[in-house]
């Protein structure tokens, strides 16, 4: 266990769909990460929070929406998503986003399918 | 594009020593190089890092060489649940991790 959850685990969904996946963090941290890991590719970060406030996007797209309502909790609401949207979805954590020192917990992931 | 290069796959035998290379010939001096290994399809795993000095942990010993041009893992006495994709990573000027490919390791009885 790293302290950080993800909820759910799996999730199929249709494109025209509209679906929430969960984070949440119970290390005290400050903040908090949204990865995607595409088969045989290396991780993406998508979004980054410090302090609840969003400090990066990494040009992802709209159909993706992220929600920082503290600094436990993160989300990412999802809708018409298209089939190659289909990941793996990871949380991570750290102490803090503007430091030389960034080390992150992961969650377990959401395995997402788009039909 | 990552700051790191390792190999894609190594093979080890039960109970030696893994030692799995990464090269990061382009990072800054104020920059940590961290390791993380992932299980197929779970979240990643810290294992360990440093800055300039040799480190080591409950999990792994990290070897740094002096110009800090390249640094070692290494897992002491391999075991079967060792087997994943270990990661070399460096920061980008915003301090976020930039992930390459890893090395695939596996570990055979």
């Known amino acids: 266990e790293t302290g950080v959850t993800q909820t759910p685990r799996h999730l199929v969904m249709g494109m025209t769909n509209k679906k929430s996946l969960k984070c949440e963090q119970h290390?005290?941290?400050?903040?908090m990460y949204w990865y995607k890991q595409s088969a045989k590719k290396p991780l993406e970060l998508m979004f980054v929070y410090n302090f609840k406030e969003q400090t990066e996007n990494n040009s992802v797209p709209s159909r993706f929406s992220p929600e920082c309502p503290n600094s436990s909790h993160l989300f990412l609401h999802l809708h018409t998503l298209q089939p190659e949207d289909s990941a793996l979805y990871l949380c991570?954590?750290?102490?803090?986003?503007?430091?030389?020192?960034?080390?992150?917990?992961f969650g377990p992931g959401t395995r997402l399918t788009v039909l | 594009d990552a700051k790191t290069t390792q190999p894609t796959s190594m093979d080890c035998a039960e109970g030696r020593a893994a030692n799995l290379p990464c090269n990061h010939s382009t990072i800054s001096g104020n920059e940590y190089v961290y390791w993380y290994r992932q299980i197929h399809s779970q979240g990643p795993q810290y294992i360990i890092h440093?800055?300039?000095?040799?480190e080591t942990n409950e999990m792994a010993s990290l070897i740094i060489t002096e110009d800090r041009k390249s640094s070692t893992l290494i897992l002491p006495h391999a075991t079967l649940r060792d087997t994943a994709v270990y990661y070399c990573i460096a920061t980008d000027s915003n301090y976020q991790l930039i992930w390459g490919a890893g090395t695939k390791l596996i570990i055979k009885p």
């Open positions: 440093g800055l300039k000095n040799n």
């Open positions: 290390l005290g941290h400050n903040a």
């Open positions: 991570a954590s750290s102490q803090r986003t503007d430091s030389s020192y960034n080390e992150q917990f």
